[in-house]
């Protein structure tokens, strides 16, 4: 069963998500991994602990969810980067200024953990209010950070970090 252990608020400099849109989730994270995509990324940026040393839980591959009023649900997949990296060819961008994140942990099995629906009640709990751009649509992420989506514990569940741009 998935367990939100901790809900928080963090501050994140401006910075470039790089990475390709899809209409919908799918079975695209394959072929990042197979294609060597986040290498690329990571190459361009100099090195994921590019993005870490600006952002403590950077370096993780997302999955970025992008919903409007006015825009059908979009679904990327990418990084990250500091703000201004070149992005490679066959890539698109998404810039974002400085903001919060509201960030919960959820803590469970690899198959259960993607189900992210409590999160937006516990940080209304805690008092954040979503983000919105000039055009209404709100942003959140699964943000898959080493070691501790990676590598199990002792019950085999790990924690994956879930986020949405907060004001």
Known sequence: MVEIVKTFRESVPAMRFIGKAYPDFGPWWGEWFSNGWFDRIESAMGGSDAIRSIWENGAGYVGLECRGPEQKFS?????????????????????????????????????????????????????????????????????????????????????????????
């Open 75 to 167: 679904y990327w997949i990418g990084m990250f980067t500091p703000a201004g990296t070149e992005v490679p060819k066959e890539f698109s961008f998404l810039d974002f200024p400085a903001m919060g994140l509201g960030t919960c942990w959820l803590y469970g099995k690899e198959n259960e953990i993607h189900n992210t629906s409590a999160c937006l009640d516990s940080l209304f709990s805690a008092g954040m209010k979503l983000y919105r751009d000039c055009e209404g649509r709100t942003y959140s992420f699964e943000n898959c950070v080493c070691p501790r989506y990676t590598s199990p514990d002792e019950k085999g569940n790990i924690i994956m970090d879930y986020c949405y741009f907060v004001e």
